[in-house]
Nanobody
Framework: QVRLVESGGGLVQAGDSLRLSCAAS????????MGWFRQAPGKEREFVAA????????YYADSVKGRFTISRDDAKNTAFLQMNSLKFGDTAVYFC?????????????????WGQGTQVTVSS
């Protein structure tokens, strides 16, 4: 059974940093695309960042570019999202997602596995 478990969320003040982790189990994701999405109350789930594994590039939503960094430790089957200079508008439940293959997409339906989410709340 494949599981993705996020951790690291919490309540912080604007300008603070958080590091989210996504621990995968049940299969290796060392050659698979990984992504982070978020969903605020009353809004649709939106793309945040992706690491396609192939090609070496990473991709970010314009709203987080320059502040967030996605990374991965394939030896530990874990992905990370470093979030700096957090803003009130970053408040949401953050979800880790993984594909069965390499690659990336803005679209949630392109990802095959999902975590349960971790709450990030930024106070202004």
């Amino acid at each position: 059974q494949v599981r993705l478990v996020e951790s690291g969320g919490g309540l912080v003040q604007a300008g603070d940093s958080l590091r989210l982790s996504c621990a995968a189990s049940g299969r290796t994701f060392s050659s698979a695309g990984m992504g982070w999405f978020r969903q605020a109350p009353g809004k649709e789930r939106e793309f945040v960042a992706a690491d396609p594994w192939s090609g070496g590039d990473t991709y970010y939503a314009d709203s987080v570019k320059g502040r967030f960094t996605i990374s991965r430790d394939d030896a530990k089957n874990t992905a990370f999202l470093q979030m700096n200079s957090l803003k009130f508008g970053d408040t949401a439940v953050y979800f880790c997602a993984a594909r069965r293959v390499s690659g990336w997409s803005y679209t949630p339906r392109a990802y095959d596995y999902w975590g349960q989410g971790t709450q990030v709340t930024v106070s202004s």
